[in-house]
Structure formats: C-alpha cells, structure tokens
C-alpha cells in the first residue's frame, strides 16, 4: 500500500536528499524513516512524483507518466515500508519517438525506467 505525498514540506524534506538512484529519464529520492519516533502499525510507502511541464508538455503525458510511476511503485511498494520516495521527471521523452502523448510505447517505456530505478528485473506486459 502507498501513500501519496501532497504536502510541499514533504516533498522539500524528500528532495533534499541526495539522488538515491538515477536512468535516462527519472531521478528517485528516497527518505529513510525514523523508526524511534514512527508508529509502526500506521506507516507505509509514501511517494511523491514531480512531471514538469518543462519536460512533457501536454497534461495527458505528465498524466500517464504519473500513472505509471505510481503503478510500480505500488507493486514495489511491500520491499520499502517506512520509506518517502520521490521519482522526478529530469528530461523529456522524444516527442518524435512517441507520436501519442497516452501511447502505449510510452507507458512501457516509463514503466521499464521505474523498473529499473528500483532495481527490478524484466518488464511484465500490461
């Protein structure tokens, strides 16, 4: 189970950290917890996800980049419990490799990097 981050002090705390893991296209930041002061029984994997529109123009794009990421990251999800992530879009896909902004080329493209910023292995189809 994951939890969205929506408060901009999280955030803040979160992508003050240094880059835990970086592809061609996303930086993650990963906030350890603090399991002194934590209750344990109500935490879970929080994640924030930043789409510029600096790098994907169209709302529909910065939507199913969204999307994907936080699919994956709910996949993911049980191996970091306590944990505050951030996945940040850091460069454009091509718009010339990606005709529709909601393909499904670009879906797996995006969901392959989340994949591989957390370490997984091959992509399943969807």
Not at 13 to 42: C, G, M, Q, R, Y
Not at 84 to 105: E, G, T, Y
Request: proline share 5%; net charge positive; with cysteine.
């Amino acid at each position: 189970m994951i939890e969205h981050i929506v408060d901009k002090k999280i955030f803040q705390e979160v992508l003050e950290t240094s880059a835990f893991a970086k592809t061609e296209h996303f930086v993650l930041h990963v906030k350890k917890p603090n399991l002194v002061d934590a209750n344990i029984d109500t935490m879970h994997l929080k994640v924030g996800v930043v789409v510029p529109k600096r790098w994907a123009k169209k709302a529909v794009s910065r939507n199913t980049i969204k999307r994907q990421i936080y699919i994956v990251t709910t996949q993911e999800s049980s191996k970091y419990p306590f944990e505050k992530h951030v996945v940040r879009l850091n460069r454009p896909f091509s718009r010339s490799a990606f005709l529709s902004p909601s393909s499904r080329a670009l879906k797996h493209a995006v969901r392959k990097e989340i994949l591989s910023l957390y370490g997984c292995g091959p992509v399943d189809d969807f």
